[in-house]
Nanobody
Framework: QVRLVESGGGLVQPGGSLRLSCTAS????????MAWFRQVPGKEREFVAA????????VYADSVKGRFTMPRDKPNNTVFLQMNSLKPEDTAVYYC???????????????????YGQGTQVTVSS
Protein backbone atom coordinates (compact mmCIF):
# COMPACT_ATOMS: atom_id res chain seq x y z
CA GLN A 1 0.00 0.00 0.00
CA VAL A 2 1.26 3.46 -0.91
CA ARG A 3 0.06 6.67 0.67
CA LEU A 4 0.53 10.01 -1.06
CA VAL A 5 0.30 13.30 0.82
CA GLU A 6 0.22 16.57 -1.11
CA SER A 7 0.77 20.10 0.13
CA GLY A 8 1.50 23.57 -1.18
CA GLY A 9 -1.68 24.69 -2.88
CA GLY A 10 -3.23 28.10 -2.43
CA LEU A 11 -4.24 31.37 -4.04
CA VAL A 12 -1.79 33.16 -6.32
CA GLN A 13 -2.03 36.06 -8.75
CA PRO A 14 -1.56 35.52 -12.49
CA GLY A 15 2.13 35.41 -13.31
CA GLY A 16 3.02 34.13 -9.86
CA SER A 17 4.53 30.85 -8.72
CA LEU A 18 3.61 27.96 -6.45
CA ARG A 19 5.38 24.76 -5.48
CA LEU A 20 3.41 21.62 -4.72
CA SER A 21 4.90 18.71 -2.79
CA CYS A 22 3.95 15.05 -2.77
CA THR A 23 5.50 12.62 -0.31
CA ALA A 24 5.04 8.87 -0.76
CA SER A 25 5.04 6.48 2.16
CA UNK A 26 4.60 2.73 2.39
CA UNK A 27 6.05 0.44 -0.24
CA UNK A 28 7.80 2.53 -2.87
CA UNK A 29 9.91 0.91 -5.54
CA UNK A 30 12.33 1.97 -8.21
CA UNK A 31 9.83 0.71 -10.79
CA UNK A 32 7.33 3.38 -9.74
CA UNK A 33 6.26 6.30 -11.84
CA MET A 34 5.01 9.51 -10.24
CA ALA A 35 2.73 12.05 -11.86
CA TRP A 36 0.64 15.14 -11.37
CA PHE A 37 -2.89 15.47 -12.70
CA ARG A 38 -5.41 18.26 -12.29
CA GLN A 39 -9.15 18.51 -12.44
CA VAL A 40 -11.71 21.28 -12.69
CA PRO A 41 -15.30 20.56 -11.57
CA GLY A 42 -17.33 19.27 -14.50
CA LYS A 43 -14.28 18.44 -16.57
CA GLU A 44 -12.16 15.34 -17.03
CA ARG A 45 -8.92 14.83 -15.16
CA GLU A 46 -6.02 16.31 -17.11
CA PHE A 47 -2.43 15.09 -17.24
CA VAL A 48 0.15 17.66 -16.11
CA ALA A 49 3.56 15.99 -15.63
CA ALA A 50 5.12 12.60 -14.93
CA UNK A 51 8.42 10.92 -14.36
CA UNK A 52 9.82 7.47 -13.74
CA UNK A 53 11.22 7.14 -10.25
CA UNK A 54 14.28 5.35 -11.64
CA UNK A 55 15.28 8.50 -13.51
CA UNK A 56 15.00 10.09 -16.91
CA UNK A 57 13.51 13.29 -18.17
CA UNK A 58 10.01 14.19 -16.96
CA VAL A 59 7.26 14.55 -19.54
CA TYR A 60 4.86 17.49 -19.53
CA ALA A 61 1.53 18.44 -21.00
CA ASP A 62 1.85 20.96 -23.80
CA SER A 63 -0.24 23.41 -21.77
CA VAL A 64 2.39 23.61 -19.02
CA LYS A 65 5.63 22.95 -20.91
CA GLY A 66 8.17 25.68 -20.25
CA ARG A 67 6.30 26.90 -17.16
CA PHE A 68 6.13 23.84 -14.88
CA THR A 69 8.90 21.50 -13.78
CA MET A 70 8.88 18.30 -11.72
CA PRO A 71 11.96 18.03 -9.50
CA ARG A 72 12.27 15.29 -6.90
CA ASP A 73 13.94 14.52 -3.58
CA LYS A 74 14.59 10.82 -3.97
CA PRO A 75 15.95 10.07 -0.44
CA ASN A 76 12.75 11.50 1.03
CA ASN A 77 10.35 9.92 -1.51
CA THR A 78 9.11 13.35 -2.50
CA VAL A 79 8.27 14.89 -5.85
CA PHE A 80 7.43 18.50 -6.47
CA LEU A 81 5.52 20.47 -9.06
CA GLN A 82 7.17 23.86 -9.51
CA MET A 83 4.63 26.08 -11.22
CA ASN A 84 5.78 29.40 -12.69
CA SER A 85 4.03 32.03 -14.82
CA LEU A 86 0.69 30.78 -13.58
CA LYS A 87 -2.44 31.56 -15.56
CA PRO A 88 -6.11 31.61 -14.49
CA GLU A 89 -6.65 28.48 -16.59
CA ASP A 90 -4.24 26.61 -14.29
CA THR A 91 -6.86 26.84 -11.54
CA ALA A 92 -7.78 23.29 -10.51
CA VAL A 93 -7.42 20.64 -7.84
CA TYR A 94 -4.01 19.07 -8.34
CA TYR A 95 -3.50 15.38 -7.58
CA CYS A 96 -0.31 13.44 -7.10
CA UNK A 97 -0.35 9.91 -8.49
CA UNK A 98 1.88 6.85 -8.29
CA UNK A 99 1.89 3.65 -10.28
CA UNK A 100 4.08 0.63 -10.67
CA UNK A 101 5.60 -0.74 -13.82
CA UNK A 102 4.38 1.95 -16.21
CA UNK A 103 5.95 2.09 -19.63
CA UNK A 104 6.79 5.45 -21.13
CA UNK A 105 3.72 5.49 -23.40
CA UNK A 106 1.44 5.10 -20.33
CA UNK A 107 2.83 7.96 -18.28
CA UNK A 108 0.11 10.37 -19.46
CA UNK A 109 -2.74 7.93 -18.77
CA UNK A 110 -4.44 8.58 -15.44
CA UNK A 111 -6.02 5.12 -15.39
CA UNK A 112 -2.56 3.53 -15.32
CA UNK A 113 -1.84 4.90 -11.84
CA UNK A 114 -3.01 2.86 -8.88
CA UNK A 115 -2.56 5.47 -6.16
CA TYR A 116 -3.75 9.05 -5.83
CA GLY A 117 -3.37 11.66 -3.13
CA GLN A 118 -6.19 13.69 -1.62
CA GLY A 119 -5.63 16.67 -3.90
CA THR A 120 -4.70 20.29 -3.24
CA GLN A 121 -6.51 23.35 -4.57
CA VAL A 122 -4.62 25.84 -6.73
CA THR A 123 -6.43 29.08 -7.56
CA VAL A 124 -4.92 31.64 -9.91
CA SER A 125 -6.83 34.89 -9.68
CA SER A 126 -6.28 38.61 -9.27
Amino acid sequence: QVRLVESGGGLVQPGGSLRLSCTASGHTYNSFAMAWFRQVPGKEREFVAAMKWSGGTPVYADSVKGRFTMPRDKPNNTVFLQMNSLKPEDTAVYYCAAGMGLITSSLRNGAAYGYYGQGTQVTVSS
